[in-house]
């Protein structure tokens, strides 16, 4: 992908801080970050999201996004990690090369978490129906 901006990272046309890398993915520091130690891991083939993500590549960087949410619990001392990942543009995506955001956590930094809303009667019943219809 010529203008995504992940894709010339893995380039080395645009630098990052790196953490991380192998013959699959690439980590590193998010350049705004929520807390020090914030950090993206991305497949080197570009994907946009989940919806295009192959199996076999997600079951390859699952390992590596435990490796780095350990390195940083133990190095920097975080007291929780968030793995989030946006996927389209009502999801806050913004980079459209997939993504996971491994994210430090400390008591009282201020990242609150989403705001839940429960369900009306026979709403989750409906909802879950749907969803299995496809599956
Ligand atoms: P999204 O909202 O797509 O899930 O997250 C994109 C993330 O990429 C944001 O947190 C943003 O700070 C980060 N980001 C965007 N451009 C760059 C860049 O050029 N370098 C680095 N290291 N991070 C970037
Ligand atoms: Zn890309």
């Known amino acids: 992908m010529e203008s995504c901006i992940f894709c010339k990272i893995i380039k080395g046309e645009i630098p990052c801080t790196k953490v991380y890398e192998d013959e699959v993915g690439l980590a590193f520091l998010d350049v705004n970050p929520i807390n020090p130690g914030h950090t ?19 079951e390859k960087l699952m390992p590596t996004a435990k490796k780095i949410a350990n390195a940083i619990k133990f190095s920097i001392g975080a007291t929780g990690i968030n793995i989030g990942q946006n996927n389209g543009t009502d999801a806050g995506q913004v980079i459209w090369h997939y993504h996971m955001h491994i994210i430090p956590r400390f008591a009282g930094d201020g990242l ?6 429960p369900y009306m009667l026979g709403e989750a019943e409906e909802t879950a129906e749907k969803i299995k219809s496809v599956l």
Request: glycine letters at 4%; aromatic letters at 4%; zero cysteines.
């Open 40 to 58: 993206l891991l991305i497949p080197k083939e570009h994907h946009e999201n989940i919806h295009e993500m192959p199996d076999e590549l997600l």
């Open 112 to 117: 609150k978490h989403w705001p839940g809303k």
